[in-house]
């Protein structure tokens, strides 16, 4: 006796060994011998060979119209036996009730399963559905085919280059249109920018890249919704001494400046004086809503967006000729050692007498280390400056900049762009810095003392990261060190400021350290600050990319960083070089540049000699060239 049995939802055949009540030894046409349990047996048959069965009933149910047996299927579940027995008139052979088995169990869609050997017709309905759907999917698939066809052509069909934006950077992968690119991606070896490019969609690659970012922060436009430009309060106190900021030259928000001047005493009163936007709006309204929304302002080479309007910042920011609202932190200078004392802060108003830029300015830097003078308007008040700096400095204990580190500034004018670097550390580099790092401190240390919540940056271990508890900054060698200096351009200065305003006019500050609106912008805050980081950084590479095109730099020279991986000098640029021997790192080497792929932001380099002299290795702002 041989049997027909089901298993795993597949059908077997074998021939039976041995016989149990509950079970029967089977042995399968290819040796394999199982035990099965009766239940699980749907036919016995003695011939043909159990071989030639599966065989022939395979090529009867070929010869099966489902549409048909799902038309002589009697109401409600049945066997199939009986429907074999309904179809072919009389009692079917043991092939004819396979043939109607294994049809019945192809066509899951016609007939449902209720059980072993026992089914159930879809109703009509259900069916049409059913088929409509499949119908629509095969369609699709004919689509997805044609689509991918037309694509390894390198012809982009108009399906899918209205998705193009979708498609670079946030694909949809149950889409059919981007089923068909991810295949033609395949099948060409192509990544998908290279794809649109081949087929005449990516023309500029500036564009591919800034529109990554765009697409990720901006997808709606990154035009500011309709606001009032809130007014400036104009019965605040007018500060006595006027002031002046220091800033690159395309700075537009100015969020500090400064003012020294000369009592009768004989002391230095310094005035450090921080933009208020905070005065004119509050916590919650329409203007905090824009600002909360975008978080920061994002920088790229030639392009800025800004986290708060245009109007807005020009109201508020410290610009030459106009008499804005600053909150102002003073101190007298100590004659003796040059450090701070008796600090207070103020709300006001401040004169701004100058907007001083760098590239004005920074002849100064070298006057102020030679002891000599430049001729410029403010020079000694600068210069009174940077003598508090130093001061600041010694007592932290810490550099406020790494003297080896060089940050680059990219101009760009149209397609071509001049690459300056600027090594930190500089004397108005560190004035800046120590200044912005006093006010910062003691209006965080000030919060602290008056236990007023705020976002503090803390310092531990090495790692850098933001709490609401005031905590040290290792790194500063302050006890507690809160961003307050920069409101027109972050957003944690600015609700930093709405907290310092609360305990400056002794109101109840708006958020409590527990305040769910703190700590989500807490954490918003820092995940959107460091994708901006990373944008702006990538489109650095970019740029340092292009200026090689642009330079036609063949033989750049660098320094290596560690294992392949190497620095272009006077360029935030890492290259990996595969050829690179085992050298030191620090070592300068002499590189030829095979190739630039502007779409990928990578550049192929190969090693060509060992340069004398060692370089300085600095990875801190390095951009990665990927």
């Known amino acids: 006796m041989q049997v027909l049995y089901e298993e795993d939802g597949d059908l077997k055949v074998g021939a039976v060994l041995a016989q149990a009540p509950a079970s029967l030894q089977v042995e399968s046409p290819h040796g394999r011998r ?5 239940a699980s047996v749907l036919l016995t048959f003695e011939h043909p060979a159990a071989a030639e069965l599966m065989h022939d009933a395979g090529r009867y149910a070929e010869g099966l119209e489902t549409e048909f047996l799902w038309q002589c299927a009697p109401a409600g579940d049945f066997d199939f036996r009986s429907l074999a027995r309904e179809y072919v008139g009389r009692e079917p052979s043991a092939v004819e009730a396979a043939g109607v088995l294994v049809k019945l169990h192809a066509a899951p869609m016609y007939f449902y399963r209720r059980g072993k050997g026992r089914f159930q017709a879809a109703p009509e309905e259900t069916l049409k559905l059913a088929l409509a759907g499949l119908e629509r999917k095969k369609r699709q698939q004919e689509g997805i085919a044609a689509w991918t066809a037309a694509l390894v052509r390198f012809e982009c069909p108009p399906e899918i280059a209205a998705l193009k934006g979708e498609l670079l950077y946030a694909p949809d992968r149950n889409k059919p249109e981007s089923k068909a690119f991810e295949q033609a991606c395949r099948e060409t070896g192509m990544g998908a920018p290279a794809l649109f490019a081949r087929c005449g969609l990516l023309p500029d690659t500036h564009d591919y890249h800034l529109q990554r970012f765009l697409h990720e922060f901006f997808p709606g436009g990154s035009s500011f919704a309709p606001h009032d430009v809130p ?14 900021s220091l800033d690159d030259v395309g700075t537009t928000e100015i969020d500090d400046a400064f003012s020294v001047e000369r ?34 302002t994002a920088y790229m080479p030639g392009r800025k967006y800004s986290m708060l309007p245009d109007d807005v910042i020009g109201r508020f920011s410290l610009d030459h000729g106009a008499a804005q609202p600053a909150i102002s932190l003073y101190f007298d200078v100590g004659a003796e050692d040059g450090l701070p004392r008796a600090r207070h802060s103020r709300i006001e108003r401040v004169a701004i007498a100058a907007n001083l830029r760098h590239t004005q300015y920074d002849a100064l830097n070298d006057a102020f280390e030679a002891g000599s003078a430049a001729g410029l308007p403010y020079e000694d008040e600068l210069r009174e400056l940077w003598r508090l700096a130093g001061a600041l400095e010694r007592r932290r204990g810490r550099p406020s900049t790494g003297a080896a580190l060089i940050d680059y500034s990219f101009y760009v004018e149209g397609d071509r762009v001049r690459i300056a670097p600027r ?114 950084r990538a489109m650095e590479s970019y740029w340092s990319l292009r200026w090689l095109l642009q330079e036609n730099v063949q033989a750049p020279a660098g320094v290596v960083l560690r294992e392949n991986l190497v620095r272009l000098e006077g360029l935030p640029l890492v290259v990996r070089v595969p050829s690179l021997p085992d050298v030191a790192a620090g070592t300068r080497v002499r590189l030829e540049v095979k190739s630039i792929d502007l779409l990928e932001r990578s550049a192929a380099c190969v090693y060509r000699e060992t340069l004398g002299g060692a370089g300085e290795v600095d990875e801190h702002r390095e951009v990665g060239s990927r």
Request: a positive charge; hydrophobic letters at 45%.
């Open 231 to 244: 007014a400036v309060e104009a019965d605040l106190p007018l500060a006595r001494a006027p002031a002046f």
């Open 423 to 536: 090594k930190r550390g500089a004397p108005l580099d560190k004035l800046v810095s120590e200044l912005m790092i006093l006010v910062n401190s003691s209006w965080g240390e000030l919060l602290a003392e008056r236990d007023v919540a705020a976002i503090y940056r803390v310092q531990s271990t090495g790692k850098v990261r933001l709490s609401v508890h005031p905590e040290a900054h290792e790194g500063l060698g302050v006890p507690s060190y809160a961003w307050m200096s920069s409101p027109l351009r972050r957003y944690v200065d600015l609700v930093n400021q709405w907290q310092l305003l609360a305990a400056l006019q002794g109101r109840r500050p708006p958020f409590a350290r527990n305040s769910e609106a703190l700590l989500t912008a807490l954490r918003a805050f820092e995940v959107t600050y460091a994708r901006y980081d990373e944008h702006q």
């Open 263 to 296: 009592l009768d005493s004989g002391l230095v009163r310094v005035g450090i004086h921080i933009a208020a936007p905070g005065l004119g709006f509050a916590p919650g309204s329409p203007l905090d809503a824009l600002a909360r929304e975008r978080l920061s």
């Open 34 to 38: 199982s035990k099965v349990k009766a």
